[in-house]
């Protein structure tokens, strides 16, 4: 009877939080890359004007915001988009606002550096 016991309280109480151990396990994995991408996006670096030296251009990257006039989200958007391109830095970058007050659209084209740029942002 005892070990009838024992079985029914392992099987309620501690094989379900065993079942959630991995799971927990993959959670912290997936924060540590979410966060080791986020830390990637700040590195790329946003110029307003044209740059001098050497450096390839990899596309033109645009993005735009309907719901706040705050440019952070545009900008996390754009250095998504160099990013996927393999972009070291953004150049003549600007934002201009649309015809509501909240709609903002940035732009500027995603370039990999082939030297070291000493401009300040």
Not at 27 to 33: A, E, V, Y
Not at 40 to 62: A, N, W
């Amino acid at each position: 009877m005892k070990c009838f016991l024992t079985l029914i309280l392992f099987f309620s109480f501690i094989m379900p939080s065993m079942a959630k151990a991995p799971w927990a396990t993959n959670q912290l994995r997936q924060n540590k890359k979410t966060e080791a991408y986020e830390a990637e996006l700040e590195k790329i670096r946003i110029y307003r004007e044209k740059l001098e030296g050497d450096y390839t251009i990899l596309g033109f990257v645009q993005g735009q915001d309907a719901f706040t006039n705050k440019k952070d989200a545009v900008i996390h958007q754009i250095r998504k988009k160099a990013h996927k391109m393999g972009a070291d830095a953004i150049m003549e970058f600007k934002c201009k606002k649309m015809v509501r007050s909240t709609l903002q659209s940035c732009e500027g084209f995603a370039v990999r550096l082939n030297e070291i740029q000493n401009i300040p942002e």
